[in-house]
């Protein structure tokens, strides 16, 4: 048996009461500190981004390298082997191109944003990331392309020390 609620005991408290000290009311700013871990995967993802490398899994049974990594396969169901390096340049899968920032203002250059299947992840693995160097009118799924690295100094083993992914030269 459910019984329902359908008021409750007390009164509500005024803010006018408030004003005139009638209730304790305390205001605390806190800041809460809080670290989190990238696990296993990742974090080696990103430290060898620092290093100016891009690493993955190979799961052996479905012979699939996975970019970014992971520990654990999911179309097998069964953790992935060994880690594998693969190459900073890769083809545009997909691609949009923006003419909004993410404060909803009003962009003088359209940001240009990309899945880029690198080579020597399986198929249909990516990251995504910006284009830089080249027109928006020019990207193209198919487009061949190649990272653009921080500086060793500047890096700090993030996603963002792939400054962004230019077209490759046609040979």
Same mark, same amino acid.
């Given at each position: ?44 993802? *990103?430290?060898? +981004?620092? %290093? ?5 899994? @190979?799961?052996?049974?479905?012979? $699939?390298?996975?970019?970014? !990594? ?57 990251? *995504?990331?910006? +284009?830089? %160097? ?5 990207? @193209?799924?198919?487009?061949?392309? $190649?990272?653009?690295?921080? !500086? ?20």
């Amino acid at each position: 048996m459910s019984v329902k609620i359908t008021s409750y005991p007390g009164r509500e408290i005024t803010p006018e009461e408030l004003k005139q000290g009638k209730y304790l009311h305390i205001v605390q700013k806190v800041e809460p500190r809080y670290s989190w871990a990238a696990g296993v995967a990742i974090s080696r993802f *990103l430290n060898e +981004l620092k %290093e100016g490398r891009i690493i993955g899994r @190979k799961c052996s049974k479905c012979t $699939r390298t996975l970019v970014p !990594p992971r520990m654990y396969c999911e179309q097998c169901f069964r953790p992935t082997d060994e880690w594998a390096f693969v190459k900073d340049t890769g083809t545009i899968n997909t691609y949009s191109i923006s003419h909004v920032a993410a404060d909803a203002s009003r962009l003088k250059r359209p940001l240009l944003v990309a899945v880029v299947e690198l080579d020597g992840a399986s198929p249909g693995m990516g990251i *995504l990331h910006t +284009l830089g %160097e080249v027109e928006p009118y020019r990207v @193209k799924i198919g487009m061949r392309v $190649r990272a653009v690295w921080k !500086p060793v100094e500047e890096r700090e083993g993030a996603i963002t020390d792939i400054r962004y992914f230019k077209p490759m030269e046609e040979a």
